[in-house]
Structure formats: C-alpha cells, structure tokens
C-alpha cells in the first residue's frame, strides 16, 4: 500500500503543495479505490464449486464428517465467501470461509494467540483456500466440527443433502 501512495505523492500531486488539505483528500479516495478493488477481488464460491473443492482436497469423510457438513458449515459462516472477516465480542477475529479465530487457530498483531494451525490469519482471506481447509483439519482433529457454533445452530442433526444436491461430485 505504501507503494501506491508514495507513487501518487511522486506523480500525481495535481500542483498542490505537499500536505495539503486537498492533496489528503485525493490520496484519502485513492487508498479507499485501491481498498474497494480488493474487496470485489473476494472469492465466492457457489455452493457446488465449494462442495467440489472440499471433496478434491479430501474433506468427505474427514473426521467422521460428510461433505454436506462442511458445505453446510461454510454457507453458514461465511456465505462462501472466502475474504469474510468477523469482529467477535471477545476482541478477536474469524477469518475466511471457515470462519477461524485468531484467538486459537491463526496469527493476527490483534490478540495474542496459540496458533494451532501454524498461519498467519491473512492466510484464510485469499481466494486460494488450501490454508482454510489445513487449518479446519486441525481444528477437526483437536476439537470435531462441534467447535463451530454456526455448525451446530444450522447444521447438526438436520439434513444436509441440499449442500451438494446436483454438484455432480
């Protein structure tokens, strides 16, 4: 980001003089442009390309759990969308289409944490979601799906078959 508003500084001041009022004004709707760009750059999967994706990284089955959980999990948390980010009551935050806590699972400047999962938490908001799945693996081992609260107020016990219901797995 520094990059951007020191080559606007460097190339596009528009003769105002340096620290100026409108000068911070221009560079203020640049870095919110810039920032806007990277939000429409967000991954969301439709249901069947997730299912998809969960499957090939072997994900049915895992843990003792199905697919359709994980579908489901990942529809409830986060809508598909692989750059969600949650600000939780506690100070902490959920990241990416698993929705995983920095408080635990991932390394963030915001809270100290234990870092099970061995990532940065920026690791969980790219459009590449490997690191989401390693990481809900961990999480699966050490803790079952139960640990998500999303899970188990919209997916337990109930039926999952619409998650992947014509995905052609």
């Not at 004004?25 to 990277?38: D, E, H, N, P, R």
């Not at 944490?113 to 081992?141: G, M, P, V, Y």
Request: with cysteine; aromatic share 10%.
């Amino acid at each position: 980001m520094l990059f951007y508003t020191d080559f606007f500084h460097e190339n596009c001041s528009f003769g105002m003089t340096r620290g100026s009022t409108e000068e911070h004004i221009v560079k203020s709707q640049l870095l919110a442009f810039i920032l806007l760009v990277g939000v429409a750059n967000a991954k969301h999967f439709t249901r069947c390309e997730l299912a998809r994706t969960l499957q090939a990284a072997g994900m049915d089955g895992y843990a003792g759990v199905g697919l359709a959980d994980w579908t489901c999990l990942a529809s409830t948390a986060s809508s598909y969308n692989s750059q969600t980010t949650t600000r939780n009551s506690d100070g902490s935050t959920s990241y990416g289409i698993f929705q995983i806590n920095n408080r635990r699972w991932c390394s963030s400047d915001q809270v100290p944490s234990f870092n099970s999962c061995r990532i940065s938490c920026s690791q969980l908001l790219t459009d590449d979601i490997t690191a989401d799945i390693e990481c809900a693996k961990t999480i699966a081992n050490q803790q079952s799906i139960l640990f998500w609260p999303g899970w188990q107020a919209n997916c337990q016990a109930r039926e999952l078959g619409q998650y992947i219901a014509g995905c052609e797995l």
